[in-house]
């Protein structure tokens, strides 16, 4: 680009993973240097619902929503830790419910709380700023943060080619790098399988 200076494009208008992939493209710039706010909101909220349930400080729950931002996202149970224990291994020892059933409900709550939240008064503005300009604040600071952003991958989990978030270290440069660690075999396939419904809707754009 004639005027680049070796910034970083932050892409938060949706659909947020084909623009981040469209976007690395047509600049040409180096992987992780256009990246998109991708599931970073959709990690936070999914923090904050484990939080209620389980009757604990938000700071004290880490877990991860990965794929796109969008019908194929999955929560990455195998990486969710209270207090620094497995989120089932918690449930457990404090004798809490936590099956298949509140699974399901905590991730699709998560899914649909931005159409929920749109459905009742419009649009959703206050959430998506309030993450972005964290994003922006570990941008300018080189704070080493990691978050589930997307950006166009080539090897994690066996994906190539196409915007994906996945949990990232994010500073100056933008994504530094995708934190790959190990995850379940079905956890995987659901991540491969939202891979593949993004790169069918690249195929569908691929001429512009």
């Known amino acids: 680009m004639k005027y680049y200076t070796h910034g970083v494009i932050l892409v938060v208008s949706n659909p947020v993973d084909i623009l981040t992939y469209k976007i ?3 600049s040409g710039l180096p ?3 256009v990246f998109g706010s991708g599931t ?5 909220r999914f923090r904050f619902t484990l939080a209620q349930k389980f009757n604990v400080d938000v700071r004290n729950v880490h877990g991860y929503i990965v794929g796109e931002h969008g019908d194929t996202q999955l929560p990455l149970w195998s990486a969710t830790h209270i207090a620094g224990m497995n989120a089932e291994e918690y449930a457990k020892m404090h004798e809490m419910p936590f099956g298949d059933e509140d699974k399901a409900k905590i991730r699709d709550d998560v899914k649909q709380a931005g159409a929920v939240i749109i459905k009742n008064k419009g649009a959703t503005y206050y959430a998506i700023a ?6 922006v604040e570990t941008l300018i600071k ?3 943060t990691i978050r589930t952003v997307s950006s ?9 080619d196409v915007a994906i978030s996945l949990p990232s270290m994010i500073n100056s440069n933008g994504v530094e790098r995708i934190i790959e660690f190990p995850i379940t075999p079905e956890e995987e396939k659901q991540l491969r399988d939202s891979a593949d419904a993004l ?3 690249l195929d569908g754009v ?3």
Not at 130 to 135: E, G, I
């Open 24 to 26: 690395q493209q047509w």
């Open 31 to 33: 992987t992780g240097r």
């Open 40 to 44: 970073a909101l959709d990690s936070a």
């Open 130 to 135: 309030v993450t972005v300009n964290t994003l």
């Open 142 to 144: 080189n704070q080493n």
């Open 152 to 160: 166009v991958i080539d090897g994690p989990y066996g994906i190539k």
């Open 199 to 201: 790169k069918a809707i």
């Open 206 to 208: 691929s001429d512009i």
